[in-house]
C-alpha cells in the first residue's frame, strides 16, 4: 500500500502552521512517501484555514523531485471547467506527470452561495465538469487548451464520495474512487462498485481504492477539535494501526492519504514515526 501525507497539520489555525509547507513536503519525499496531498475549501470556517490546493501543489512540485502531489479533494463544481481543465493540464506538465487530480462534490452551502454555483445541482455539474476536462484533455472539445497534458488523456482523476452517485462517477470518470471509512466499510464500498459496474463497461477491477484517514500516533497530542474515527481505533497503539492498514490493504485499498491532527511543530516526528511503520505493511 502506498501512503501519502498532507504537508501541514489538520485544520491549520493560523498561517504561522503553514509556514513550512515547502519544508514538510520535502521531507514527505525524502522519508519514501508515495504522494503529498491538499484539501480545498474557499472560506475560512470551523475546519480553520484552506490554502488553494493547485497553488500549494505546484509549489510543492517544484520543491520535490520524486513525490505524486494530489488534491484531496477538489471542489470541482465551484470551478468553469476550462479554468480547472487549463489549471490541471499545467500541473500535469510542470510537475512531470505527477500531479493527481482528485474531486468531490463539496458539502459548505457557504462556499457555493459565495461565488453564485447552486449548491443542490453540484452532482449534476461535478459530471459535467469532468465529461468537459476529459474532452479538453484528450483533444476532443471545440476548445484548445493553453497548455495541453503531459499525461495522455490529462492527469489521472481520484473522485470522492459514497453515494452511489458518486461511486457511478468513479466507474465512469475516475482512474481511482477516494474515500474513507474502517476496513469493513471499504470492502463494502468495493462490492458496491461491482454491482454498480454490471451495468456499465467498466472493469470495476480497473477502479483503484483510495482512502483518507486521520493519524494520530501514540506518544502524540491531538491538537485542536476532534477529527473524528482515528486510524487504529479511539486509543490508537503501533499495532492497531499497523494492523488497520494491513486490514485496509487486504479490503483492497492501493493507497492511503493521512493527516496529521498535531501542532505543527510535531508533524515532522509525526512522519518519522509514520516512515518507521511502512516497511511493516509493505
Known amino acids: 500500500m502506498h501512503l501519502g501525507f498532507a504537508p501541514h497539520r489538520l485544520w491549520p489555525t493560523a498561517a504561522a502552521d503553514l509556514a513550512d509547507v515547502l519544508d514538510t513536503a520535502r ?27 493547485l497553488v500549494l501543489l505546484s509549489a510543492v512540485a517544484g520543491a520535490t523531485s520524486r513525490v505524486r502531489v494530489a488534491s484531496s479533494i477538489l471542489i470541482a463544481s465551484l470551478y468553469d ?5 487549463h489549471q490541471a493540464a499545467t500541473l500535469d506538465a510542470l510537475s512531470d506527470g505527477r500531479f493527481v487530480l482528485g474531486v468531490g462534490t463539496g ?28 474532452a479538453l484533455w484528450r483533444g476532443e472539445s471545440e476548445h484548445s487548451l493553453g497548455m495541453p497534458p503531459r499525461t495522455p488523456d490529462g ?14 462517477r468513479a466507474l465512469r470518470f475516475g482512474a481511482a474512487w477516494h474515500g474513507s471509512g474502517d ?61 488497520e492498514l494491513g486490514r485496509l490493504s487486504e479490503a483492497g485499498v492501493g493507497s492511503c492519504s493521512l493527516w496529521a491532527p498535531v501542532d505543527a511543530a510535531a508533524l515532522p516526528d509525526v512522519l518519522a514515526w509514520a516512515a518507521e511503520i511502512a516497511a511493516d505493511i509493505n
Do not use: C, Y
Open 27 to 53: 521531507l514527505i519525499e525524502n522519508l519514501g512517501f508515495d504522494h503529498v496531498i491538499a484539501g480545498h475549501h474557499l472560506l475560512a470556517g470551523d475546519l480553520g484555514l484552506s490554502p488553494d490546493p
Open 183 to 243: 476496513p469493513e466499510t471499504v470492502a463494502a464500498t468495493g462490492t458496491r462498485i461491482a454491482e454498480l459496474a454490471e451495468s456499465t463497461d467498466r472493469d470495476p477491477a480497473t477502479l483503484a481504492l483510495t482512502t483518507v484517514a486521520m493519524l494520530l500516533p501514540p506518544g502524540f497530542e491531538l491538537s485542536g477539535k476532534s477529527p473524528g474515527r482515528l486510524l487504529g481505533g479511539d486509543q490508537p497503539s503501533r499495532e492497531s494501526i499497523v494492523d
Open 107 to 134: 458539502w459548505d452551502r457557504a462556499e457555493f452561495a459565495a461565488v453564485g454555483a447552486p449548491f443542490e445541482e453540484r452532482g449534476k455539474r461535478t459530471d459535467a465538469s469532468l465529461a468537459a476536462m476529459r
Open 155 to 168: 492527469p489521472p482523476v481520484w473522485i470522492g464520495g459514497a453515494s452511489d452517485a458518486a461511486l457511478r
Open 81 to 85: 471547467p476550462l479554468v480547472a481543465a
